[in-house]
Nanobody, 120 residues
Framework: QVQLVESGGGLVQAGGSLRLSCAAS????????MGWYRQAPGKQRELVAA???????NYADSVKGRFTISRDNAKNTVYLQMNGLKPEDTAVYYC??????????????WGQGTQVTVSS
């Protein structure tokens, strides 16, 4: 069973920083794509950043230059370094994994979410 567990959320002042971590368990191979989504109250879930096992990245325009996604393929752990946080970054952040060509393990997986609150 593949499971994702996030950590690192919290309350920070505008301009502050947080580092989110997401560790995948129940898998012994490198996950094809890992990333972060977020969902603010009353809004749809949106992609924040994604990173393939080969190193390709994709960022939402709203976080470019402020957030950095990285991963440890050996550990199947993905990180999100968030700098220059703004109140509009406040949301529940969800770790996401896409597994391809692994039989019954293939599919989309989501973490439980971690709250990030940025005060003004």
């Amino acid at each position: 069973q593949v499971q994702l567990v996030e950590s690192g959320g919290g309350l920070v002042q505008a301009g502050g920083s947080l580092r989110l971590s997401c560790a995948a368990s129940g898998v012994t191979f490198s996950i094809n794509i890992m990333g972060w989504y977020r969902q603010a109250p009353g809004k749809q879930r949106e992609l924040v950043a994604a990173l393939t096992s080969g190193g390709s990245t994709n960022y939402a325009d709203s976080v470019k230059g402020r957030f950095t996604i990285s991963r440890d393929n050996a550990k199947n752990t993905v990180y999100l370094q968030m700098n220059g946080l703004k109140p509009e970054d406040t949301a529940v952040y969800y770790c996401h994994a896409l597994i391809l060509f692994r039989g019954s393990d293939s599919g989309n997986y989501w973490g439980q979410g971690t709250q990030v609150t940025v005060s003004s």
